[in-house]
């Protein structure tokens, strides 16, 4: 996953005298790790001993993503428990066609994109006075809630955010990050996180570049399995014990450019704008040619289905969103959509197929006090982590979510 913030980190390292009496034992804090496009069957490939170690000695899960399997919906996903059209962020790239110049991408940090029913985790939090901080998270840096008083250049005025954060930065090595989250545990009791995120971006980068197959992935999901034992073994050094439910926000599938359908050879490009393209393309028509748009759209095609974004399956739980173009073309896995056929020869991977492909599994792995050990669970959907990290932090139930923490009730030495 690739976004654009600006970059602003603030550590506060705060050392406890030698000659002070030693510190009480610490209370257990939760680490929500996101290892973007990990895929669920990458853990098997034999070069994750840490992670392969944290899933044996606890709780491992084939989890499904949210629809559409792409890295902004899920990341909001997680940490709201409401499904993409719901909680709004329904696409990497959105629109206001309303205001044509108003264009949601992976660098908007404008709260108006990001505010209504869904509440991220740490908002909730913070109001009860639980500590967290985010070291990366797709929507951590927005002020959750405030508004946006102009166009570029702006200020935003109220909502919240982490008591800690960092803007996402992607040259900030893993190693750094992992850093990053020990400082802010070594912190006396009182201004030390409870609830914190971790997010790496490498074996997805791999993933799109070179595809999920290729050894070159393998070894990006090698190289961030010694990170997650770097930081096991700083919590270990810290005595700091942790709860850590270690994500993914989709799978990953090959693609090549030999498996594209291009759009102006189903509908010609000067009747309609697209929004997005890729695994799926969604569009609009413009105005006055939505008839002769709906001809070409909803005939059968091969490696593609197309429909009225309100007559989507129900399986999807997508398409009542408005910010969802009104028109909506779903790829078979593998194969993409673009505007008009490649004009050189391509290959790599990519995600936002059907949740429920076994290529678009995703990770999820648990350990820690609150888990009960050696625990292989049924296949889970990604709305119900939210509510599992509500349980490990203390928080109230939320009414109203799409997922629940039913599927962990088995799993959690102390089930509410």
Same mark, same amino acid.
């Given at each position: 996953?690739?976004?654009?913030?600006?970059?602003?980190?603030?550590?506060?390292?705060?050392?406890?005298?030698?000659?002070?009496?030693?510190?009480?034992?610490?209370?257990?804090?939760?680490?929500?790790?996101?290892?973007?496009?990990?895929?669920?069957?990458?853990?098997?490939?034999?070069?994750?001993?840490?992670?392969?170690?944290?899933?044996?000695?606890?709780?491992?899960?084939?989890?499904?993503?949210?629809?559409?399997?792409?890295?902004?919906?899920?990341?909001?996903?997680?940490?709201?428990?409401?499904?993409?059209?719901?909680?709004?962020?329904?696409?990497?790239?959105?629109?206001?066609?309303?205001?044509?110049?108003?264009?949601?991408?992976?660098?908007?940090?404008?709260?108006?994109?990001?505010?209504?029913?869904?509440?991220?985790?740490?908002?909730?939090?913070?109001?009860?006075?639980?500590?967290?901080?985010?070291?990366?998270?797709?929507?951590?840096?927005?002020?959750?809630?405030?508004?946006?008083?102009?166009?570029?250049?702006?200020?935003?005025?109220?909502?919240?955010?982490?008591?800690?954060?960092?803007?996402?930065?992607?040259?900030?090595?893993?190693?750094?990050?992992?850093?990053?989250?020990?400082?802010?545990?070594?912190?006396?009791?009182?201004?030390?996180?409870?609830?914190?995120?971790?997010?790496?971006?490498?074996?997805?980068?791999?993933?799109?570049?070179?595809?999920?197959?290729?050894?070159?992935? #393998?070894?990006?999901? &090698? $190289?961030?399995?010694?990170?997650? +034992?770097?930081?096991?073994?700083?919590?270990? !050094? @810290?005595?700091? =014990?942790?709860?850590?439910?270690?994500?993914?926000?989709?799978?990953?599938?090959?693609?090549?450019?030999?498996?594209?359908?291009?759009?102006?050879?189903?509908?010609?490009?000067?009747?309609?704008?697209?929004?997005? #393209?890729?695994?799926? &393309? $969604?569009?609009?028509?413009?105005? +006055?040619?939505?008839?002769?748009?709906?001809? !070409? @759209?909803?005939? =059968?095609?091969?490696?593609?289905?197309?429909?009225?974004?309100?007559?989507?399956?129900?399986?999807?739980?997508?398409?009542?969103?408005?910010?969802?173009?009104?028109?909506?073309?779903?790829?078979?896995?593998?194969?993409?959509?673009?505007?008009? $056929?490649?004009?050189?020869?391509?290959?790599?991977?990519?995600?936002?197929?059907?949740?429920?492909?076994?290529?678009?599994?995703?990770?999820?792995?648990?350990?820690?006090?609150?888990?009960?050990?050696?625990?292989?669970?049924?296949?889970?959907?990604?709305?119900?982590?939210?509510?599992?990290?509500?349980?490990?932090?203390?928080?109230?139930?939320?009414?109203?979510?799409?997922?629940?923490?039913?599927?962990?009730?088995?799993?959690?030495?102390?089930?509410?």
């Amino acid at each position: 996953m690739r976004w654009f913030c600006r970059f602003a980190a603030a550590l506060c390292l705060l050392l406890v005298p030698a000659a002070q009496a030693a510190p009480s034992k610490r209370a257990p804090i939760t680490i929500l790790i996101s290892i973007d496009g990990f895929r669920a069957d990458y853990l098997d490939r034999g070069v994750t001993p840490v992670l392969s170690k944290l899933a044996a000695s606890g709780v491992r899960a084939v989890m499904h993503p949210s629809f559409p399997s792409k890295t902004y919906p899920n990341h909001w996903t997680l940490v709201t428990g409401l499904t993409p059209d719901h909680h709004g962020i329904v696409a990497n790239r959105m629109e206001d066609m309303a205001n044509p110049k108003n264009i949601f991408t992976m660098a908007t940090d404008d709260p108006a994109w990001w505010n209504g029913r869904a509440t991220p985790i740490w908002v909730d939090a913070e109001a009860t006075g639980i500590r967290t901080a985010t070291m990366f998270w797709p929507g951590a840096n927005v002020a959750f809630g405030g508004t946006k008083d102009k166009d570029w250049p702006y200020d935003v005025h109220g909502g919240t955010r982490p008591s800690d954060f960092w803007h996402y930065y992607g040259d900030i090595p893993p190693e750094q990050r992992v850093r990053g989250i020990i400082d802010w545990l070594r912190r006396p009791s009182e201004a030390r996180p409870k609830l914190m995120t971790l997010y790496f971006q490498s074996v997805d980068d791999a993933g799109h570049q070179y595809g999920p197959d290729d050894a070159r992935t #393998t070894a990006a999901v &090698a $190289a961030i399995d010694k990170v997650i +034992g770097l930081l096991v073994a700083q919590l270990r !050094a @810290l005595g700091q =014990p942790a709860n850590l439910v270690v994500v993914a926000d989709h799978g990953m599938a090959a693609t090549s450019s030999e498996r594209t359908i291009a759009m102006d050879a189903i509908v010609p490009k000067e009747l309609v704008h697209y929004v997005e #393209t890729g695994p799926y &393309a $969604a569009l609009w028509a413009l105005p +006055g040619k939505e008839a002769e748009v709906e001809k !070409a @759209l909803l005939a =059968p095609h091969d490696h593609l289905q197309c429909w009225r974004k309100g007559e989507m399956p129900a399986r999807y739980a997508y398409g009542t969103n408005p910010r969802i173009p009104p028109y909506f073309c779903l790829a078979e896995v593998g194969w993409l959509t673009a505007e008009t $056929a490649p004009k050189k020869p391509e290959s790599g991977g990519n995600h936002g197929w059907d949740q429920m492909a076994p290529e678009m599994a995703a990770l999820f792995v648990a350990n820690g006090p609150a888990f009960a050990g050696g625990k292989r669970l049924p296949d889970i959907n990604n709305v119900d982590v939210e509510p599992l990290l509500r349980d490990l932090i203390d928080l109230p139930p939320e009414a109203g979510l799409d997922g629940s923490d039913k599927p962990f009730k088995g799993v959690l030495k102390r089930a509410r």
